[in-house]
């Protein structure tokens, strides 16, 4: 898959002759198993889609078995859609990962998989990402059940970039080598790259599957085993895949998945004495709690893939109407919910007025509803606690005299839907600038000069990413390497490639996922040197 920003993927999912939301509407009535929907002056009732796939894995995989928790415990996991529990799933404690370890530990100690060759390890993940193809209408179907994506996005962008992923990583597994070092004296000096060991990786709930290929691939590249702990909001497409790999012929134990909460299992994962190395994504204040408890047990390396502020930014020569869909696409893809989201979008005093007023036209456009519904753009926040957070926050907004442009209520009295929502007149000191959100809301910033919009965009404890929209190339080259920010999209927003690193500076984290960058995360470096006798040369 050649790099590409994901709406391009998605472009022939989102048809503009679907009913469009207005701006006062955005209600709807609850009328049993019905959900009414009001576009404009006219109403069509739908019936909430049922998924047409089965959940048939609830419980921990765990040395190849699926198996209850220790404790017997279940929790729920629901539809954003309703509210509604979708299944029970395992709850995972302290001795299920104590188990999951342990299988984890014998089968990089004693299995087959750290011996295997790599040629033998890279088939088993290029047959894998055969049978993720091969299931990716339940994949995504239990994708957007879980989360609340829309359907198109699961089917059409992520499965295809997982399968992407594993193929990528695949290739890479008979490419991981050492050096043959000159030294000083009769000395013969290799290094050797080795699997750094049992591998703890904890993903988030909003790109839940994508998450899981960012960790899992390189560390079973580099002949790892791995003890993953699935969000506990969207378990359910770990633990289908978790089947894949077995079927793909994963030995038992290379791969464990434990659903828990954070607390609990996660809090275990990271302070486990027999975990080699910890790889989490999630929020930098979580991310403080898991580097603290690795640094407190056996001092773990930690990767961290953390919470982002990211600024986009618009310059006077931009195309407005480019730069206005852009700029909407970098903010709202997958409901907001995106680390690199563009929440903080400044644009030249020149040409800010009609950029406003373009930006809340489109997001009056965008279509709420149904995430299996084809043509619509955003579904539900993924539960309750994401959606009362996002609420907090326009709320906020409007306590500190932004001007709210449309938007910024629920849509409807039934699961987690929120109007799309701009705000204009933004300051940087407003919390909706400074803070991650993490939900469909728009922050439209004012600026006058290149020096000023750099300074600013730099003055924030995040650096994941950022966005330049312009047609000087003098002007992007001189911001994008003035940006703090790990990486930086020129004229294009959430390009993402197996090939291309990513991860944060400041607060957003350390290390980077994806791309050859990665492999360093899930390896040794050993030097061996041996005396030479009487070499013919040195």
Not at 82 to 107: C, F, L, P, Q
Request: glycine residues 8%; hydrophobic residues 40%.
């Amino acid at each position: 898959m050649a790099a590409r920003r994901v709406s391009s993927l998605l472009s022939r999912s989102f048809s503009a002759s679907s009913p469009f939301l207005s701006r006062s509407q955005g209600r709807n009535l609850n009328n049993g198993s019905r959900i009414v929907w009001r576009f404009g002056t006219s109403s069509a009732a739908e019936e909430v889609i049922s998924p047409s796939v089965q959940v048939s894995y609830t419980k921990l995989l765990i040395d190849g078995n699926f198996v209850d928790a220790a404790s017997g415990k279940t929790f729920p996991t629901r539809d954003p859609r309703t509210g509604e529990v979708i299944a029970h799933v395992a709850e995972g404690d302290v001795e299920d990962i104590n188990r999951a370890v342990k299988a984890a530990r014998k089968a990089f100690d004693e299995g087959p998989w750290p011996k295997m060759t790599a040629y033998e390890r890279s088939r088993v993940m290029l047959r894998f990402a055969d049978l993720v193809e091969k299931h990716s209408e339940e994949l995504a179907a239990l994708e957007s059940w879980d989360n609340g994506k829309t359907y198109e996005q699961a089917l059409t962008a992520e499965i295809p970039m997982v399968a992407r992923l594993f193929r990528y990583y695949a290739g890479w597994a008979d490419k991981i080598h050492g050096l043959t070092v000159p030294a000083d004296g009769n000395y013969h000096v290799q290094t050797l790259h080795e699997p750094i060991g049992v591998a703890g990786q904890i993903i988030p709930w909003n790109f839940p599957l994508l998450m899981f290929a960012w960790k899992v691939g390189p560390a079973l590249a580099c002949g790892n085993t791995i003890v993953l702990k699935t969000a506990e909001q969207t378990p359910l497409t770990a633990f289908y895949v978790g089947k894949l790999f077995l079927e793909a012929g994963l030995p038992p134990g290379v791969l464990n998945i434990v659903s828990g909460f954070g607390a609990t299992a996660g809090a275990s994962l990271a302070s486990h004495m027999d975990v080699d190395k910890l790889a989490f994504t999630g929020s930098t204040d979580t991310g403080k709690v898991i580097l603290g408890l690795a640094a407190n047990s056996n001092l773990k390396p930690v990767t961290l893939e953390l919470g982002g502020k990211s600024p986009f930014i618009v310059f006077e020569d931009a195309d407005i109407d480019k730069a206005v869909e852009l700029a909407h696409f970098a903010l709202f893809f997958n409901q907001g919910q995106c680390c690199c989201a563009g929440s903080r979008t400044y644009v030249h005093e020149k040409v800010y007025d009609e950029f406003v007023e373009k930006a809340k036209a489109r997001a009056l456009k965008r279509v709420v509803g149904d995430p299996f519904k084809k043509g619509i753009e955003q579904g539900p926040q993924v539960d309750s606690k994401q959606f009362e957070k996002v609420m907090k926050y326009i709320r906020s907004g409007v306590e500190s005299n932004a001007t709210l442009e449309c938007g910024g209520g629920q849509v409807g009295d039934r699961g987690y839907f929120i109007q799309p929502t701009v705000f204009s007149n933004v300051k940087d000191d407003m919390l909706i600038a400074q803070d991650e959100i993490f939900g469909p809301v728009q922050s439209i910033l004012k600026f006058s000069d290149v020096d000023e919009v750099i300074k600013r965009a730099n003055d924030t404890r995040y650096g994941l990413a950022a966005g330049v929209f312009t047609k000087s190339l003098d002007t992007a080259n001189r911001v994008s390497r003035a940006l703090k920010a790990g990486t930086v999209w020129v004229n294009c927003f959430d390009v993402f490639d197996a090939a291309i690193p990513f991860g944060g500076y400041k607060m957003s984290g350390n290390g980077r996922e994806k791309g050859i960058y990665s492999l360093n995360n899930y390896l040794q470096v050993k030097a061996v040197v041996t005396p030479l006798n009487n070499p013919a040369w040195i």
